[in-house]
């Protein structure tokens, strides 16, 4: 049996490289970055997970060191993918950005974010904005087709237009290939056009109180949030540090959810 079929392309206590081998545009700002590893290996991820990624700069100075999580399913063989958002200012986003085939990058993980157990929950809240859908879309993608999880997903994903909504003929398919298992509601800040029939707006309690499992499901039910920081601060108050969930409060605290029905990714 050769190393390459029994052990992971990437590790949690070292740095290591791996060839970008394709790009793909998914919309105005954000793209698909595939990154290759043997043909029978997988990346070494686990649900939920997310992985570091590091470049140091040619002229100089400290490494730019950022999270991600990456959106190809655990037991992928031969590649793993990256969506990620080029920011005007983000070092790491803008690096990825002008990256081109061939050229590697450096990958440390898994590191542990919240592990995931069949049948652990009978229903699970999503409160995304943005890009925070990826370590969504890594639930989703465990927990939906499995036929032997009985667990119900409710996703509230927010957006500013139709043109950020990452992923989602990905979502609409697994939604209706599984209507009993995964419940969708968009939002959009600023719709741009009038046949949006979706929610406009932003997150609020009123949504939240419509969408969301039931504070009542008490141990039975979590709530992931990830997005922009303003969204996150709202919605469940920001996490100190990737340790410390810092307090609950936001709507989730007035809505009567527990510390132990929220974690914020």
Same mark, same amino acid.
């Given at each position: 049996?050769? *190393? ?7 590790? $949690? #206590?070292? /740095? ?22 043997? @043909?029978?290996?997988?990346? +070494?991820?686990?649900?939920? *997970? ?16 950022? =999270?991600?999580?990456?959106? $190809?399913?655990?037991?992928?063989? %031969? /590649? ?12 790491? *986003? ?8 061939? @050229? ?24 995304? %904005? ?20 009985? &667990? ?8 500013? #237009? ?42 609020? $309690? ?8 039931? =504070?009542?499901? %008490?141990?039975? &039910?979590?709530?992931?949030?990830? %997005? =922009? ?7 469940? +108050?920001?996490?100190? $540090? ?11 605290? @007035? ?11």
């Amino acid at each position: 049996m050769s *190393s390459e079929n029994s052990t992971a392309a990437m590790n $949690s #206590s070292s /740095f290591v490289p791996l060839p970008l081998s394709e790009i793909v545009r998914i919309s105005h700002d954000t793209q698909l970055y595939r990154f290759k590893i043997g @043909e029978n290996q997988k990346s +070494g991820m686990f649900v939920a *997970s997310c992985l570091l990624t590091m470049f140091t700069p040619k002229e100089g100075g400290e490494p730019v060191i950022r =999270p991600y999580t990456p959106t $190809s399913q655990e037991n992928q063989t %031969g /590649f793993m993918d990256l969506i990620v958002k080029t920011y005007p200012d983000g070092k790491m *986003s803008q690096h990825i950005a002008n990256m081109k085939v061939g @050229e590697t990058l450096l990958f440390k993980g898994p590191l542990s974010k919240y592990p995931y157990t069949r049948n652990s929950k009978k229903e699970i809240g999503m409160i995304a %904005g943005g890009t925070g859908i990826t370590p969504m879309l890594q639930v989703i993608d465990k927990v939906v087709p499995d036929t032997e999880d009985s &667990t119900i997903i409710k996703l509230l994903f927010a957006n500013n #237009s139709e043109d950020d909504i990452l992923c989602k003929s990905h979502l609409d398919d697994l939604a209706a290939r599984f209507p009993n298992k995964l419940h969708i509601n968009y939002i959009l800040a600023k719709p741009k056009t009038s046949s949006w029939t979706g929610n406009v707006g932003f997150v609020d $309690s009123d949504l939240i109180k419509k969408h969301m499992p039931s =504070p009542s499901l %008490g141990e039975d &039910t979590v709530i992931f949030v990830c %997005g =922009p920081p303003g969204m996150v601060n709202v919605v469940s +108050g920001s996490k100190i $540090s990737p340790t410390d969930q810092g307090q609950l409060t936001g709507i989730l605290k @007035e809505l009567n959810y527990s510390e132990s029905n929220v974690f914020k990714f």
